[in-house]
Each structure stands twice: as structure tokens, then as C-alpha cells.
């Protein structure tokens, strides 16, 4: 199971990652982060969670794929890496993106996850390969759906350098 990270430990990350990711969006490097609204229909995304809850992790194809019963980040949710069905999406995303940060991108994975009653992703830094990332949420069945939460870094001067 992940452990949560602690407020210094976010910090020590902000400060190893903030301006790594330079573009051509004075948004998105000003404030580490970019909101696009209508960026794809959620509907289309949308698809009953697995019966067997987990990680899937898929290859290629719905029927090539690994279940590990416990899934890592949350428990008993259930989470897909390269759910076939999404490939296309991922990759169309990753062009609407290159023209709203007016740098060229590279697919790298996708990722989706399902939350049961009670479950929340706990405050953290994603990895390297989160470099730049796209959250999309596609549906709910919660009177009051909880938000988006990012945190927006904080500002380094000369310590940054460190």
C-alpha cells in the first residue's frame, strides 16, 4: 500500500519539479498546472468498473492483461493501465494538448481508476512519468462529487538553485 506523503515531503517534490516542464503556455508555467475545460466528452469514456476489484494492468488487447488484487494507491478501488478501449482517446488527447501547450508530446501511459464509498486518493506527487498529466472525470453516483484538488507550487527564489 502507498504511504501518504507528508506536507514536507510534497514540498521537497515541488521544489525538485517546479519549471521542469517548460512549454509555450505562459499559463501552464506560471502556475505548473493548465485547466481545459471540454477537453473530451466524458460519456465516451465512460464503462462499468470490473467486477474483481484491483490493478489490471492490459496488453494490447482485453484479453492480455495481469490482476493484481490489491490495488496499490487505494485500497479497494480498482485501477486499469492501458485499458485497450482508451487508446485511441489517449492519443487524441495527447494532440489537443500539444496545441494548448505548443510543445510536442509523447505518449507515455493512461491510467484509469474506479472509487468505492469512503475511498479518496490521498494528497501526493505523482512520478516522473506524470510529467505532465491529464485528469478527466468521467463519472459519479455521489450527491455531492468532491472536486479536482491541485496544489499550486510554491515559488522559489535562490533555493531553488540547491
Known amino acids: 500500500m502507498a504511504e501518504q506523503m507528508t506536507l514536507e515531503q510534497i514540498v521537497w517534490q515541488e ?3 517546479t519549471g521542469t516542464s517548460q512549454t509555450n503556455n505562459e499559463e501552464f508555467d506560471k502556475n505548473g498546472y493548465l485547466v481545459l475545460r ?3 466528452n466524458p460519456q465516451d469514456l465512460y464503462c462499468e468498473p470490473p467486477e474483481i476489484k484491483g490493478q489490471y494492468n492490459y ?3 482485453i484479453d492480455k492483461f ?3 488484487p490489491l490495488e496499490m494507491q487505494v485500497e479497494g478501488s480498482t485501477s486499469r493501465y492501458y485499458w485497450p478501449p482508451y487508446k485511441f482517446t489517449h492519443s487524441q488527447i495527447r494532440m489537443k494538448l500539444e496545441q494548448a501547450i ?3 508530446l509523447y505518449n507515455t501511459y493512461y491510467y484509469d481508476r474506479f472509487y468505492n464509498p469512503g475511498q479518496a486518493l490521498s494528497n501526493h506527487v505523482d512520478r516522473p512519468a506524470c ?3 491529464v485528469t478527466i472525470h468521467v463519472s459519479s453516483n455521489v450527491s455531492n ?3 479536482i484538488w491541485i496544489k499550486t507550487p510554491d515559488t522559489y527564489s535562490d533555493d531553488k538553485k540547491n
Request: hydrophobic share 30%; aromatic share 20%.
Open 15 to 17: 521544489r525538485v519539479n
Open 38 to 40: 471540454n477537453l473530451w
Open 131 to 133: 510529467e505532465i498529466s
Open 66 to 68: 495481469c490482476h493484481f
Open 102 to 104: 505548443g510543445k510536442k
Open 145 to 147: 462529487p468532491w472536486p
Open 59 to 61: 496488453y494490447g488487447k
